[in-house]
């Protein structure tokens, strides 16, 4: 049951001015208990502000040294304050990032990667004919010359080939490949792929990506082990320099993934004939970071390719890709290695960022002389060749997995939004409660209670505390119970019971006790 109290008013002064009786009549008689408004300067502020230092900097009270060492202390203090966040946000703006590396468990199968070869020599002199050599002089430097052996000036062929030269001409992997052994396991010419490149017509064994080798096991003998013959009397005879002119001999290698095409002049190594050569290799996934951290080019979500003649985006792919836009503005055609799509030539430098996910291949290599003696006669009386033919011309290659392993290299951020979450919130949630204490509406650090009390205060009821008629006015309890301080107080002091009504014991109080009497 709600209670009303009515309390009766009666004024000292009758002829008070209309000012300050207009003023008494809109303050609340709640207000008048609870007294008047606190000041609101810096020095209010800083005598009830929890800031340590800023109430002995900025307080009330006399100025003196010992205030001025405060107000110096703080000012330093807030000065480094401000340096390390100014120090925390330019080192996150910069974008940093670091490299970890995490070797992966030993996997009971793991994929073979792609292995491309290619006799340095690109065309075979006995297979050369006529026009051919008329066609290729610019490539060869060999000159021109018509059935009697002799130069001629006026000689006309028909269009070329190249893709016909190619395949007649370079070396054939049925000749060159003298045996074959992957896993323990016997394979021949038809495990290989042919592919062509700058050196011509080369051949990829493990090519397809739908059918990948596994490898089961690693150390040498678990890999590829191949024997090949380079065919050195097959090399062109050097009659002049050209850009294409080569002095070695032996075959070049590359070892990449599947999805990768060969970019085997810049990124393969050489096999030089005489030796075996042993290649360890080892997986390496490598991940890298987008903008703004790095530049590295992300997979899109659509299935189309994201490279015209290739099925995956790779840094060859796209430098491939270039080559062939320059050479089709310039000389509006193609080379057999370049792809073969549509489109025209690109303007300006041509980008070629890395993939943010790349899986290359380690490699360590070591080799030993061969043949030794008694193989040498072996070998001759096998192939049908002299001592001097076998250590001019066969190599023995063995690519193999170390161990079955894989080693993943990741970019990762230095500093992320996580790393200012140690400081800046902190901050925030300070800077937010000596605000809120300095407007008599304090913040608690915790969330939800915070969130409780700005409820509360949103929704705190607009109606007048008091309705006044003449002298008389009327109070809830309830609007007592939530906004005097003195209900809890009284009942702390006075061991539970509220002392609502005026104090009529004491006639005889002190001027003003009637409106002490009523508040407490």
Same mark, same amino acid.
């Given at each position: 049951?709600?209670?009303?109290?009515?309390?009766?008013?009666?004024?000292?002064?009758?002829?008070?001015?209309?000012?300050?009786?207009?003023?008494?009549?809109?303050?609340?008689?709640?207000?008048?208990?609870?007294? +008047? +408004?606190?000041?609101?300067?810096?020095?209010?502020?800083?005598?009830?502000?929890?800031?340590?230092?800023?109430?002995?900097?900025?307080?009330?009270?006399?100025?003196?040294?010992?205030?001025?060492?405060?107000?110096?202390?703080?000012?330093?203090?807030?000065?480094?304050?401000?340096?390390?966040?100014?120090?925390?946000?330019?080192?996150?703006?910069?974008?940093?990032?670091?490299?970890?590396?995490?070797?992966?468990?030993?996997?009971?199968?793991?994929?073979?990667?792609?292995?491309?070869?290619?006799?340095?020599?690109?065309? %075979?002199?006995?297979?050369?004919?006529?026009?051919?050599?008329?066609?290729?002089?610019?490539?060869?430097?060999?000159?021109?010359?018509?059935?009697?052996?002799?130069?001629? +000036?006026?000689?006309?062929?028909?269009?070329?080939?190249?893709?016909?030269?190619?395949?007649?001409?370079?070396?054939?992997?049925?000749?060159?490949?003298?045996?074959?052994?992957?896993?323990?396991?016997?394979?021949?010419?038809?495990?290989?792929?042919?592919?062509?490149?700058?050196?011509?017509?080369?051949?990829?064994?493990?090519?397809?990506?739908?059918?990948?080798?596994?490898?089961?096991?690693?150390?040498?003998?678990?890999?590829?082990?191949?024997?090949?013959?380079?065919?050195?009397?097959?090399?062109?005879?050097?009659?002049? #320099?050209?850009? #294409?002119?080569?002095? #070695? +001999?032996?075959?070049?290698?590359?070892?990449?993934?599947?999805?990768?095409?060969?970019?085997?002049?810049?990124?393969?190594?050489?096999?030089?004939?005489?030796?075996?050569?042993?290649?360890?290799?080892?997986?390496?996934?490598?991940?890298?970071?987008?903008?703004?951290?790095?530049?590295?080019?992300?997979?899109?979500?659509? %299935?189309?390719?994201?490279?015209?003649?290739?099925?995956?985006?790779?840094?060859?792919? /796209?430098?491939?890709?270039? #080559?062939?836009?320059?050479?089709?503005?310039? /000389?509006? /055609?193609?080379?057999?290695?370049?792809?073969?799509?549509?489109?025209?030539?690109?303007?300006?430098?041509?980008?070629?960022?890395?993939?943010?996910?790349?899986?290359?291949?380690?490699?360590?290599?070591?080799?030993?002389?061969?043949?030794?003696?008694?193989?040498?006669?072996?070998?001759?009386?096998?192939?049908?060749?002299?001592?001097?033919?076998?250590?001019?011309?066969?190599?023995?290659?063995?690519?193999?997995?170390?161990?079955?392993?894989?080693?993943?290299?990741?970019?990762?951020?230095?500093?992320?939004?996580?790393?200012?979450?140690?400081?800046?919130?902190?901050?925030?949630?300070?800077?937010?409660?000596?605000?809120?204490?300095?407007?008599?509406?304090?913040?608690?650090?915790?969330?939800?209670?915070?969130?409780?009390?700005?409820?509360?205060?949103?929704? %705190?009821?607009?109606?007048?505390?008091?309705?006044?008629?003449?002298?008389?006015?009327?109070?809830?309890?309830?609007?007592?119970?939530?906004?005097?301080?003195?209900?809890?107080?009284?009942?702390?002091?006075?061991?539970?019971?509220?002392?609502?009504?005026?104090?009529?014991?004491?006639?005889?109080?002190?001027?003003?006790?009637?409106?002490?009497?009523?508040?407490?």
């Amino acid at each position: 049951m709600p209670i009303e109290i009515v309390c009766k008013i009666k004024f000292a002064e009758e002829d008070a001015k209309p000012k300050e009786k207009e003023a008494g009549d809109e303050q609340s008689l709640l207000g008048a208990a609870r007294g +008047a +408004a606190a000041p609101r300067d810096l020095a209010t502020f800083a005598s009830t502000s929890t800031l340590h230092g800023l109430g002995r900097a900025c307080g009330p009270g006399p100025h003196g040294l010992r205030r001025t060492l405060w107000a110096l202390a703080l000012c330093t203090s807030l000065t480094a304050f401000l340096y390390q966040a100014a120090g925390l946000a330019r080192g996150y703006l910069s974008w940093p990032h670091l490299v970890a590396m995490d070797p992966a468990a030993p996997a009971p199968v793991a994929g073979f990667p792609a292995v491309t070869l290619c006799n340095i020599n690109r065309f %075979r002199h006995s297979a050369l004919s006529d026009a051919d050599i008329f066609h290729l002089a610019n490539l060869t430097g060999l000159p021109p010359k018509d059935r009697d052996g002799h130069r001629a +000036a006026g000689l006309r062929y028909p269009e070329p080939d190249m893709v016909d030269i190619l395949n007649r001409t370079g070396h054939q992997l049925a000749d060159m490949l003298k045996s074959c052994n992957f896993s323990g396991h016997h394979c021949s010419a038809s495990n290989f792929s042919v592919v062509y490149t700058r050196y011509g017509k080369c051949y990829t064994f493990n090519a397809d990506p739908q059918s990948s080798l596994p490898s089961r096991a690693g150390g040498m003998g678990s890999g590829l082990e191949i024997m090949l013959d380079i065919q050195q009397e097959e090399y062109l005879p050097i009659w002049r #320099e050209t850009n #294409e002119t080569s002095f #070695e +001999a032996g075959i070049r290698v590359q070892i990449h993934s599947q999805e990768e095409p060969p970019y085997i002049h810049q990124l393969g190594f050489g096999v030089s004939p005489g030796f075996q050569t042993f290649v360890s290799c080892q997986e390496q996934r490598l991940t890298y970071l987008p903008q703004p951290w790095g530049n590295c080019r992300a997979e899109s979500g659509l %299935r189309e390719p994201e490279l015209q003649g290739y099925s995956a985006y790779s840094v060859s792919a /796209c430098r491939l890709r270039c #080559e062939k836009e320059a050479v089709l503005q310039r /000389c509006h /055609c193609r080379m057999v290695h370049m792809p073969d799509s549509l489109g025209g030539g690109s303007e300006g430098p041509c980008f070629c960022p890395t993939p943010c996910n790349l899986t290359r291949y380690g490699k360590e290599i070591s080799m030993v002389r061969i043949p030794n003696r008694g193989s040498a006669r072996y070998l001759a009386r096998k192939y049908n060749r002299n001592e001097t033919y076998i250590r001019e011309n066969f190599l023995v290659l063995d690519v193999f997995f170390e161990a079955l392993t894989s080693e993943a290299m990741e970019q990762r951020a230095a500093y992320g939004f996580q790393a200012l979450g140690y400081f800046f919130p902190r901050f925030l949630t300070a800077l937010l409660y000596q605000v809120s204490r300095a407007h008599n509406c304090p913040l608690s650090l915790n969330p939800k209670v915070s969130w409780d009390r700005l409820k509360r205060v949103w929704r %705190r009821p607009k109606t007048p505390l008091r309705t006044s008629s003449g002298g008389i006015s009327t109070l809830g309890l309830q609007e007592l119970k939530e906004q005097s301080p003195c209900l809890s107080r009284g009942r702390a002091e006075g061991g539970g019971a509220s002392n609502l009504l005026p104090n009529h014991h004491h006639p005889h109080g002190p001027a003003g006790g009637l409106f002490e009497d009523f508040a407490c």
